[in-house]
C-alpha cells in the first residue's frame, strides 16, 4: 500500500524536460538496468493534485520516513554522504549516455539528470532505520527546481555543490558544466514592454467605440463617430445580470458532466479488467494449463518471444525451467515447437504462496522475425477471485536478461 510522503507547490517550482523524461516508472527501470544491486535512492512516485496546485509524492514503503533535515547533525552527514555518492553514481551513468550519439541514448542521459535534480535536502527523506546507516534515502520534488535556482536541472544539483564538498570523480566522467545567467540589461526593457500591452490594448478599444457610440468630451459636448450616434440610440440596455447566481449554475454544471465521464471512466476500467481475465482464461485452457492459488500470466499479440519470471521473497526467481517458491513456469509460448499470434505465459502456485514480497518482470527475448516495432503486452496477477491487471511494452531485445523490466509488486500475507 502506497504512504503519503509530501506535497509540493507548483507555484514555487518549474519542471525540468519533458514528461516522459520524467516518467517515474522509465526511470525506475533505466536505475534498475544501470545499477542492478540498488544504488540506495528511491525516487517517490509523482501525483499532480486535482486543482492543478501541486504535487503528491508517494512511496511503497512501509516504514516511518524522517526529513533528513530533521535528523541529528552527526546521522545526517553519514546519509548526505552517502546521496552525494549516488547522485554522482547517476550522474556519471548519464554522462555515458551522453557520450553516445543516438537520440534514445541522450535522452536517457537527460533523464537521469532530472532524477536527481531536486530543490534541497528538505526534499530527501530516511524510510526506515533512520537511527543508523541502512535506512534507504527517498526523493521527493526530483525533476523540478526553484524558480530562482542559479542552475537549470542540467544534471547538477544546487544543494549539493554549495553546501557539501564534492566527492573526487574519476578523470574519464566528464560532467555537463553549469552554464551561467549571463547578462541581464534587457529585463527592465522586458518590464517596461509589457506595461505597454495593456495601454495599447485600452487604446485599440477605445478607438473601436468611438465611431459606434461617440466620446464624451468636457462641456457637455459627444464626439460621434460615424453614424452620429443612431447606433447607440438603437442599442438597447442590457438587462442586469445575477454574476455569482451565473457562475454557480455553470459550476453546477460542469461538475455534473464531470462526474458522469468518471463514472464511465471507471466502468470502463472494470469492464477492461473482466475482458482481460477472461482472454487470459481463455488462452490458459486452449494450451491446457492448471489453475492454482496464486497465479501469474502475461498475454500479448504477436509472435514475438517475451519471458515471464516471479522473484521470490526469497531472493530466487521463477523463470523458464527453473521453479522455485512453489511457483513453476507451465506454459512457455512463441518458442520454435509452439509459435503464436495470441500467446500466454503463466506461471501458477498450486498451494498457497510463501508469505512476503514478490516482484514480476517481463524479458524480451527474441523478436522470433516478427515486424512489430514494439511488443505491448498485460500481465495478469490472480489470488483468489482477485485479478489485477497492469500493462506495458518493450522494443528493445536483451535476450536472458530476466530483470529486464518490472512490472508489478506485491506481498502475500
Not at 39 to 54: N, Q, T, Y
Not at 67 to 93: C, F, G, H, I, N
Not at 120 to 141: Q, Y
Not at 238 to 262: C, F, K, N, Y
Request: proline share 7%; charged share 25%.
Amino acid at each position: 500500500m502506497s504512504q503519503f510522503v509530501a506535497t509540493t507547490t507548483l507555484s514555487l517550482m518549474r519542471s525540468l524536460g519533458s514528461t516522459a523524461e520524467r516518467s517515474v516508472h522509465r526511470l525506475q527501470a533505466v536505475l534498475g538496468r544501470e545499477f542492478p544491486g540498488g544504488i540506495g535512492l528511491e525516487l517517490a512516485e509523482p501525483v499532480p493534485r486535482k486543482d492543478g496546485s501541486g504535487i503528491d509524492w508517494y512511496t511503497e514503503r512501509d516504514e516511518s520516513l524522517v526529513r533528513l533535515t530533521d535528523l541529528p547533525p552527526e546521522t545526517a552527514s553519514v546519509y548526505k554522504a552517502r546521496l552525494d555518492q549516488s547522485v554522482r553514481s547517476v550522474l556519471r551513468a548519464a554522462a555515458a549516455h551522453e557520450a553516445r550519439t543516438d537520440p534514445a541514448a541522450r535522452s536517457t542521459a537527460t533523464a537521469l539528470r532530472n532524477a536527481v535534480t531536486f530543490p534541497d535536502d528538505e526534499n530527501v527523506w530516511v524510510s526506515g532505520d533512520s537511527d543508523g546507516s541502512d535506512g534507504v534515502l527517498v526523493v521527493t520534488a526530483w525533476g523540478y527546481e526553484k524558480h530562482d535556482a542559479e542552475t537549470s536541472g542540467r544534471g547538477q544539483i544546487a544543494a549539493v555543490a554549495r553546501d557539501r564538498p564534492p566527492t573526487p570523480v574519476p578523470d574519464t566522467v566528464v560532467e555537463r558544466p553549469v552554464m551561467s545567467a549571463g547578462p541581464s540589461w534587457w529585463r527592465p526593457i522586458a518590464r517596461w514592454l509589457l506595461w505597454l500591452v495593456p495601454i495599447a490594448l485600452a487604446g485599440a478599444t477605445a478607438w473601436l467605440l468611438l465611431p459606434a457610440c461617440g466620446l464624451v468630451l468636457p462641456f457637455g459636448v459627444t464626439a460621434f463617430g460615424k453614424g452620429g450616434g443612431a447606433y447607440c440610440a438603437l442599442v438597447a440596455p442590457a438587462p442586469a445580470v445575477d454574476q455569482a447566481s451565473l457562475r454557480t449554475q455553470e459550476l453546477i454544471s460542469e461538475a455534473t458532466v464531470i462526474e458522469g465521464r468518471l463514472r464511465q471512466h471507471m466502468n470502463s476500467c472494470q469492464q477492461a479488467s473482466l475482458d482481460q481475465a477472461a482472454v487470459a482464461k481463455k488462452r490458459i485452457d486452449r494450451e491446457q494449463g492448471l489453475h492454482g492459488k496464486m497465479e501469474v500470466a502475461i498475454t500479448w499479440n504477436n509472435r514475438t518471444d517475451l519471458d515471464l519470471a516471479v522473484k521470490c521473497p526469497s531472493g530466487e526467481m521463477v523463470y523458464r525451467r527453473q521453479a522455485a517458491c512453489g511457483g513453476t513456469l507451465d506454459i512457455d509460448m512463441n518458442v520454435p515447437d509452439r509459435m503464436s499470434n495470441e500467446p500466454i505465459e503463466h506461471i501458477r502456485w498450486a498451494d498457497e504462496p510463501p508469505p512476503g514480497h514478490y516482484e514480476v518482470f517481463v524479458n524480451l527475448f527474441d523478436r522470433r522475425d516478427d515486424p512489430s516495432v514494439q511488443t505491448d503486452f498485460t500481465v495478469l496477477l490472480k489470488r483468489g477471485d482477485s485479478t489485477t491487471p497492469q500493462s506495458g511494452s518493450l522494443s528493445e531485445v536483451k535476450a536472458n536478461d530476466a530483470t529486464q523490466l518490472k512490472v508489478m509488486e506485491f506481498d502475500v500475507p
